[in-house]
């Protein structure tokens, strides 16, 4: 049986694996669709955050909501190169924004937040049990 998951093949003999093996592939294989369901608003979303600038914008709106000219003045690049990094946070969701008159407020939505979170969360358990599994094997090599 094989799978080909984000052009990566994984492939598996059933007669060679015990059943617990394929228990935890079975699971690793229904977190890995789980998260292909999300995959490109979680490309969207951590391509956006690989900016060094937006990820300061990420950290100022942490603290509360701000207008564009409050989060573009620390800054030393120009407003429409700003307002390009505005919109890629914009279009991947991770802020949203209200024109009222002449001032755009900029809002955090923590709510795209928990896709990343609970992404990161499972990555972390994954190399958790990995690494147990390792030190498992080391300590019983050593005895």
């Known amino acids: 049986m094989s799978y080909v ?9 059933l007669s060679s694996v015990s059943s617990s093996a394929l228990g935890q592939k079975g699971v690793m ?5 789980k998260h292909q369901i999300h995959s490109d608003e979680l490309d969207a979303m951590f391509a956006a ?3 060094p600038t937006r990820r300061r914008v990420i ?3 942490g603290v509360g909501p701000a207008s564009v000219g ?18 890629s946070l914009e279009s991947c969701g991770l802020i949203t ?12 939505n923590h709510n795209r937040f928990h896709l990343l979170t609970g ?10 049990e990995s690494t147990d599994r390792l030190e498992q094997f080391v300590t019983q090599e050593e005895s």
């Open 119 to 128: 992404w990161l969360e499972e990555q972390r358990r994954i190399w958790e």
């Open 5 to 13: 998951v984000d052009d990566c093949h994984f492939s598996t003999r």
């Open 97 to 108: 924004t209200e024109k009222s008159g002449r001032v755009r407020t900029c809002v955090l």
């Open 49 to 51: 955050l690989a900016d």
């Open 59 to 61: 950290a100022r709106l």
């Open 70 to 87: 409050e989060l573009a003045s620390p800054l030393s690049i120009s407003l429409p190169s700003f307002m390009k990094h505005m919109r």
């Open 29 to 33: 294989l229904s977190l890995m669709a």
